[in-house]
């Protein structure tokens, strides 16, 4: 009997780890899957022969990938989300900002959360198995994402680069001048609170690659007042979030205003020689939703330079179809100009999109169904990010 039993816990034992092991295997995939749907017709969206010629010839950019969240091979062509390097590449982009996600609030909503919220990236690192330094550090977990982009950029230089430095980007459009099929990364953060408090932790950040920064995310953090913060209006800027901006400013930083408070853009808009970007949006005007910053605050950005990346998801262009991003993208253009808009798909964000990296010809074909001219075309989809990035990062 003893022996039988003992066989039985053996067996039960077995199953356990197996049910484990599975779990693991299969779970983050499932939540990604769920999380991040790909919302292509069957038969495509359709694309003229005149519409990807054009799209063949752009540089296109792009400033908000999440890709880095959800630990898969960057390298390799996923069955689930919207970027890696193969599709990215298929669609011709040339400069992919990957931005690293550390912590979001559970039931996160556009009009208020609190900072005091259980967290939604915890428990996905721990499932993921990522380095138990990056468990309970907001800090370490921004250092493993970044470090899994290096690892694959080291590992195919001839698909995948870093942008650090302006010589680095011009090396990456020289090559894809050239006929090299290469993306340039550019590393950024979703949100200022890896800095956990510490400036110091800027220079850390800073010399691991990060060259964008949002202040904020779904919360008010250490910077200052989120757009979806505590009261639903968010705080302007911290005397710790001046800090950083003019940190930010001297090190040839993108500082990136998504999520931030009405009062915290307007401070940093005060700040000289402030030049904030507005990374992942749509327009207000256009459509109402609470995610998108007020269109006056959008305007004083672009007036100081910066660029506004319009959103492919449904939350801020009030549809799902590519047709309904060019519209978006057109009330931009109406709003602040053509040399202030550009593209920021948000994708891999936890939002579903009409169309992935590889098929972003979409796109180009609706721009031109909505009129825009190729040189227009040509400024949106990347020709106003390369040009702000060459101004803006680091001269190495």
Same mark, same amino acid.
């Given at each position: 009997m003893?022996?039988m039993?003992?066989?039985?816990? #053996? +067996?039960?034992?077995?199953?356990v780890?197996?049910?484990? #092991?599975a779990?693991l %295997?299969f779970a983050?995939?499932? %939540?990604?899957r769920?999380l991040?749907?790909?919302?292509?017709?069957?038969?495509?969206? &359709?694309?003229s022969?005149?519409?990807?010629?054009?799209?063949d010839?752009?540089?296109?950019?792009?400033?908000?990938?999440?890709?880095?969240?959800?630990?898969?091979?960057i390298?390799d062509?996923?069955?689930r989300?919207?970027t890696d390097?193969?599709?990215?590449l298929?669609g011709?982009?040339?400069v992919?900002?990957?931005?690293?996600?550390?912590?979001?609030?559970?039931?996160?909503n556009?009009?208020?959360?609190?900072?005091?919220? &259980?967290?939604?990236?915890?428990?996905l690192f721990?499932?993921?198995?990522?380095?138990?330094?990056?468990?309970?550090?907001l800090?370490? @977990?921004?250092?493993?994402?970044?470090?899994?982009? #290096?690892? #694959?950029?080291?590992?195919?230089?001839d698909?995948?680069r870093?942008?650090r430095? @302006? +010589?680095?980007?011009?090396?990456?459009?020289?090559?894809r001048a050239? /006929?090299?099929r290469?993306?340039?990364a %550019?590393?950024?953060s979703?949100?200022g609170?890896p800095?956990? /408090?510490?400036?110091?932790n800027?220079d850390?950040?800073y010399?691991a /690659?990060?060259?964008?920064?949002g202040?904020?995310?779904?919360f008010?953090?250490?910077l200052g007042?989120s757009l979806?913060?505590e009261?639903g209006?968010?705080?302007g800027?911290?005397?710790?979030?001046?800090?950083v901006?003019?940190?930010?400013i001297?090190?040839?930083?993108v500082?990136?205003?998504? $999520?931030a408070?009405?009062?915290?853009?307007?401070?940093?808009?005060?700040?000289?020689d402030a @030049? &904030?970007?507005?990374? $992942?949006?749509g327009i207000r005007?256009?459509?109402g939703?609470?995610?998108n =910053?007020?269109?006056?605050l959008?305007?004083q950005?672009?007036?100081?330079?910066?660029v506004i /990346?319009?959103?492919?998801w449904?939350?801020v262009?009030?549809?799902?179809?590519?047709?309904?991003?060019a519209?978006s993208?057109?009330?931009?253009i109406?709003?602040?100009?053509?040399? $202030?808009?550009?593209?920021g798909?948000?994708y891999?964000?936890?939002?579903g999109?009409?169309f992935d990296?590889?098929?972003?010809?979409?796109?180009?074909?609706?721009? =031109?169904d909505q009129?825009?001219s190729?040189?227009?075309?040509?400024?949106v989809?990347?020709?106003?990010?390369?040009?702000y990035?060459?101004e803006?990062?680091?001269?190495?």
């Open positions: 003893v022996a039993l003992k066989r039985i816990f #053996a +067996a039960v034992a077995v199953l780890v197996l049910a484990a #092991a779990f %295997v983050p995939g499932y %939540v990604e769920g991040n749907p790909l919302r292509i017709p069957v038969d495509g969206w &359709p694309v022969a005149e519409a990807r010629a054009l799209h010839r752009l540089v296109i950019g792009d400033w908000h990938s999440d890709a880095l969240l959800w630990d898969r091979d390298l062509r996923a069955d989300g919207h390097v193969p599709r990215l298929d011709n982009v040339a992919q900002v990957f931005t690293t996600v550390t912590k979001s609030p559970r039931g996160q556009y009009d208020q959360n609190s900072t005091d919220a &259980p967290d939604n990236i915890t428990p721990i499932g993921q198995l990522r380095p138990v330094r990056s468990w309970f550090s800090r370490e @977990r921004a250092l493993v994402q970044a470090e899994a982009l #290096a690892r #694959a950029a080291e590992a195919a230089p698909r995948l870093l942008i430095t @302006r +010589a680095d980007l011009q090396a990456v459009l020289d090559a050239g /006929g090299q290469v993306l340039g %550019v590393l950024g979703e949100g609170h800095l956990e /408090g510490e400036i110091g800027l850390v950040l010399d /690659g990060f060259r964008l920064m202040l904020t995310h779904f008010d953090n250490e007042g979806h913060g009261g209006t968010g705080a800027l911290s005397d710790f979030g001046r800090q901006v003019e940190g930010m001297e090190r040839g930083m500082i990136d205003l998504a $999520h408070s009405p009062l915290m853009v307007q401070d940093v808009l005060a700040i000289p @030049r &904030p970007v507005l990374s $992942h949006t005007g256009h459509c939703s609470h995610r =910053l007020d269109d006056e959008v305007r950005i672009a007036s100081k330079g910066g /990346g319009i959103g492919f449904s939350d262009v009030c549809g799902g179809t590519p047709a309904h991003i519209e993208i057109v009330a931009a109406a709003l602040v100009g053509e040399d $202030h808009v550009s593209l798909s948000d891999d964000g936890s939002v999109v009409p990296a590889a098929h972003l010809a979409a796109l180009t074909q609706a721009l =031109l009129g825009l190729e040189a227009q075309i040509a400024k989809m990347g020709g106003n990010m390369i040009r990035l060459s803006t990062l680091p001269e190495g």
